[in-house]
């Protein structure tokens, strides 16, 4: 299979990471790297998180309370810090859920507009 355009990076509107990681969460705790790695197997690789930009969302979100984080050992037996979702970021990831949903409609309706025929 050909190699797709080069990953994107996330550049994209503020908060689309913020969502990703409260949705990675739904599925259990986790430590930093494996919310990255489940970020990029799911986008099929297109998404590439970076650590520069990953821990200040994690942090963020923690602060915001919609995360908290814990002291764990991870797959090869070392220390890691683990996130799992709160109360509180479930409500927050159905909000921005049903935002991006409203967003990705009404960008398609640009690009894709109803009444636009090849006549």
């Known amino acids: 299979m050909p190699r797709r355009e080069s990953?994107?990076?996330?550049?994209m509107v503020q908060g689309?990471?913020?969502?990703?990681?409260?949705?990675t969460l739904v599925l259990g705790?986790?430590?930093?790297?494996t919310i990255a790695h489940?970020?990029?197997?799911?986008?099929?690789?297109?998404l590439q998180v970076?650590?520069?930009?990953?821990?200040?969302?994690?942090h963020r979100l923690d602060h915001r309370g919609w995360i908290a984080?814990?002291?764990?050992?991870?797959?090869?037996?070392?220390k890691a810090k683990y996130y799992r979702?709160?109360?509180?970021?479930?409500?927050?990831l159905a909000s921005q859920t049903s935002r991006w949903q409203q967003v990705v409609r009404a960008i398609g309706?640009?690009?894709?507009?109803?009444?636009?025929?090849n006549e």
């Open 85 to 92: 979702l709160t109360a509180e970021g479930r409500k927050q």
């Open 69 to 78: 984080s814990f002291w764990g050992t991870s797959e090869n037996n070392r």
């Open 50 to 58: 970076e650590h520069g930009s990953l821990y200040p969302a994690l």
């Open 29 to 33: 705790p986790a430590h930093g790297q």
């Open 7 to 11: 990953p994107l990076q996330f550049e």
């Open 16 to 23: 689309t990471l913020d969502m990703l990681i409260l949705r």
């Open 38 to 46: 489940a970020i990029e197997r799911g986008s099929e690789e297109v």
């Open 109 to 117: 309706g640009i690009l894709n507009p109803a009444t636009e025929h």
